[in-house]
């Protein structure tokens, strides 16, 4: 069996302008002899720029969404063929931020995979639990489901990411147990398996939430862990270069 490439993708959200371009530069330098897959996912408005800006290093970008449709009447919506066309090679696709705040269902970000792997972008699918669906036990049912309804089958053999990223987590500092995060990934690899056969075991699944220098290492050792979504701790390329680091 190959295992998984490892992936360490820095989420930068609605942070970033001009000025942070020189925090890309600097993590595209610090790569060379690195083993990872190293992606910086910044807002649609740098992706071009931040593409000239890393050219000819091993630094890969990604865009943070995408539209399903390839073009049309959506007003403010980005579609993968644009963020292709600006220079990104990957996109994260079903993060908690849009399931809450936008309403995307399953069924929504599936689409959105399939636009992906239509424009040739490598999509980063998100998943993961509520605080309050972890206390009422229901955390592998929720993410299991969540990477049933998300994935859809034109996936098998292609090049993608799980993200687990348990939605409490996420900016508040507080992470899963170890033991916790693995019996999440290992529910995750026997659900891949389960619907893509040989194919599930190659996709690495990542961590997201609060992961920071001073816990990746535990964090990325963990069992079936395959690298990680980094938030806040990626805006800073010392601190990402930590995490790096620790893989
Ligand atoms: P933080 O690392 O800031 O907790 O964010 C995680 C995340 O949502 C990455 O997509």
């Not at 995408?66 to 009447?73: D, K, L, M, Q, T």
């Not at 920071?212 to 806040?232: C, F, M, Q, R, Y």
Request: proline share 5%; with cysteine.
């Amino acid at each position: 069996m190959t295992s998984p490439t490892p992936l360490i993708a820095g989420n930068w959200k609605m942070n970033g302008t001009a000025a942070s371009l020189s925090e890309a530069q600097a993590v595209a330098a610090a790569l060379a002899g690195t083993s990872a897959r190293v992606a910086i996912c910044p807002p649609a408005t740098l992706v071009e720029r931040a593409a000239g800006a890393v050219k000819g290093t091993a630094l890969l970008l990604g865009g943070q969404d995408c539209r399903a449709e390839v073009s049309g009447a959506f007003t403010g919506d980005v579609s993968a063929e644009m963020l292709a066309d600006a220079g990104a090679s990957l996109v994260i696709l079903g993060h908690s931020e849009r399931r809450a705040g936008y309403g995307e269902t399953d069924a929504l970000v599936a689409a959105k995979v399939e636009a992906a792997l239509r424009a040739g972008l490598e999509p980063i699918i998100c998943v993961g639990e509520t605080l309050d669906e972890r206390k009422a036990g229901k955390a592998l049912e929720i993410v299991t489901g969540q990477v049933r309804g998300s994935l859809p089958a034109t996936l098998a053999g292609k090049t993608f990411s799980v993200a687990y990223e348990p939605v409490w987590a996420i900016g508040t500092g507080l992470t899963p147990t170890t033991p916790e995060i693995e019996e999440v990934h290992i529910a995750i690899r026997a659900t891949l398996v389960e619907v893509f056969g040989d194919h599930g075991k190659t996709p690495p699944i990542l961590y997201g939430g609060s992961v920071k220098p001073s816990n990746a290492d535990e964090i990325l050792h963990a069992a079936e862990v395959g690298g990680a979504l980094v938030g806040g701790a990626s805006l800073k390329a010392e601190d990402f270069l930590g995490i790096i680091k620790a893989l």
